[in-house]
């Protein structure tokens, strides 16, 4: 199963008063919400995404997609099926590259005379640290 691309059932559920809920049964616990039904399939698309994404940190397996024959009558009833593609690799970058507060020490006057050049330090800090682990990336 590509990992690029991943496409599983997803239960819609109506809630009576506009709004739906989305849920996985190949996925017990992953689920969101939308106010309206488009709304309803990116929040869950998203929230499929991150799901994947923690199983795969967690060393997980990821599950082949169920058919709708194994959904169970609650599954079902009164409710929208509806096929969602969601591409894994991308949460992946989007999660990872998303950057982070670092809280680093350094003299004073270093400080200084770097603000006065107009230094970026995040910038030189993440250069120096590409640079002294021996990453092959370009910033």
């Known amino acids: 199963m590509s990992m690029k691309e991943l496409t599983y059932l997803a ?18 616990g992953c689920g969101s919400y939308g106010d309206t039904f488009q709304e309803a399939i990116v929040n869950g698309r998203e ?6 994404y ?7 397996e990821i599950p082949d997609p169920s ?7 609650e599954d079902l009833e009164g409710n929208i099926v509806t096929a969602i ?15 982070v507060k670092v809280n680093c020490t350094i003299p004073l006057w270093i400080k200084k005379a ?3 050049a107009r ?17 092959n990336v370009r910033l």
């Open 11 to 28: 239960v819609i559920e109506p809630n009576g008063m506009g709004g739906y809920g989305v849920y996985y049964p190949d996925f017990p």
């Open 47 to 52: 929230a499929l995404e991150l799901h994947i």
């Open 54 to 60: 923690g199983m795969q940190e967690d060393g997980e």
């Open 67 to 73: 058919d709708v024959t194994s959904f169970s009558k």
């Open 85 to 99: 593609t969601v591409y894994p690799e991308r949460m992946k970058q989007i999660i990872e590259n998303k950057r």
């Open 114 to 116: 770097g603000e006065e």
């Open 119 to 135: 230094i970026n330090f995040s910038r030189v800090l993440e250069e120096a640290l590409v640079e002294k682990i021996g990453l």
